[in-house]
């Protein structure tokens, strides 16, 4: 039990929450921008590309704040081989036939996805610290860090009409030979401290589409959704629950809201040439939700198919006087419905993917403790695996114990297979060593690789040596490890 209460504090990406990666003031987040921006910009100086290169050609992926275009993903063949490609510092071959053995990989939080500069920096960087894949958020908030699609372009640059951060580093990094997936942000769609201005985002268009927390299910039902009040006590009741709720969700059940999630997954395989499509937050807050007037409906509709015309009718006298009658005369089939939500649309996508670029891969972050996943959060990962619905899953076991960590990496290749596994390792919760000391874990299991959370800490706060940044010395610390 202690170690389910662990990992549900612990296992969520920092950076990307308001609450630990200091981003929930406007002057912090300047400072960020500003020291990710220089340290990266001064760091590394940017390589000549060379003068001929194999085309990427291969699977498109989208993800949360920037995402962009990449080669085939890497399912076969091994680190150097040259069958087919033209072998690239990272070891990974850009052809259809090549691959890698061993991910190394890099979450990449939108803020280093705002300018051209900082974009071609990163992955110069994750190139030169001997890393192969990048996962860069294209959808962080409920917008669209890339060009063309159905959601509003994020604020942050607005200001560059013609910049496409995802198609930039998909061309910078396969270039490099490094695979670009695009990270999403599924139901997770703004903070509760900025809204977004813009008449188009999810939140301002359709706040009958965001899910409802329990606590304001009954205030909230007969409330009209455009009016200020509805939208402004979900915000409140974020900003009073930060330790539970990171911000606004819309909801899983909804219709509307699934296929926005596809038609944004599906333009990003069809017009970016990545190499996978990564889901975060594809799940609920936590069981208090969805418990909004929509949610409602769609379950009472489920569950009248599986019961007798007279519990029927005993159901309708009772919400007359109770809007949650229903939910609460069916627990268990209230949370099979919640469950079955996300498992739809996960499948949804994952097909939609594949029916576009086979070779393009399906991954998603998750709670690495699969009986919180599936109880709290609906996140039913290990169904997903069975059903062959997502090719890969990244159990983000953020702790600075090394044990707690084996412990989560080892259950879930268990329960997956090790070749499925990603490993979330959260530098940002331990030191170079126990970075260093993780990696090793993850190669001793025999997972298919390991994802650093995140890039942008990696370079704007992790510890240097010898004038030497963390991220590279993380790097040339890894080639030393035994595999």
Known sequence: MLRVVFFGT?????V???????????????????????????????????ATVAPAVGPSDEATEAVGTAAPSSTSGGVGSTSGGVSSPSGRVSSTSGGVSETRGLWVV??????????????????????????????????????GGIEPRADAILDQPTFDPLALAVREAHIRGIEVHAWMNVHLISSATVISSEPTHLVNERPDLLAVPRELARELYDVDPASRRYLDRLVEHALANPASVEGLYSSPSAPEVKERVY?????????????????????????????????????????????????????????????LAIVDAFPD?????????????????????????????VSAAVFPDARESFALRYQDWEEWLRRGIVDVVAPMAYNANDGLFDEAISRAAEIAGPERIWAGVGVHLTTYEGTLSKIGITRRIGVRGFLLFSYDWSVAYGAAAGGQPFLERVGRGVRTLSR
């Open 10 to 14: 612990s296992s969520r990406h920092a």
């Open 16 to 50: 990307d929450s308001e609450r630990k990666r200091a981003l929930t003031s406007h002057g912090a987040s300047f400072a960020l921008l500003a020291c990710l921006f220089l340290t990266a910009c001064q760091t590394v100086g940017l390589p000549r590309p060379p």
């Open 333 to 361: 089939p209230w949370d099979e419905f919640r469950r079955s939500q996300i498992t739809d649309l996960v499948e949804r996508i994952y097909v939609g993917v594949k029916s576009r670029r086979p070779d393009v891969l």
């Open 263 to 323: 038609a944004i997954a599906t333009h990003l395989v069809e017009q970016y040439e990545i190499d996978g499509i990564h889901l975060d937050y594809v799940r609920y807050p936590n069981q208090a939700f969805d418990y909004s007037w929509g949610a409602l409906d769609r379950f009472r509709v489920w569950i009248e198919r599986r019961i007798t015309e007279d519990r029927k009718a005993e159901l309708a006298v009772a919400l007359e006087q109770n809007p």
């Open 110 to 147: 939108r803020s280093t996805m705002i300018h051209p500069d900082s974009v071609r920096a990163m992955v110069a960087r994750a190139a030169d610290a001997g890393f192969n894949t990048l996962l860069v958020q294209i959808r962080g908030r409920g917008d669209a860090y890339y060009s």
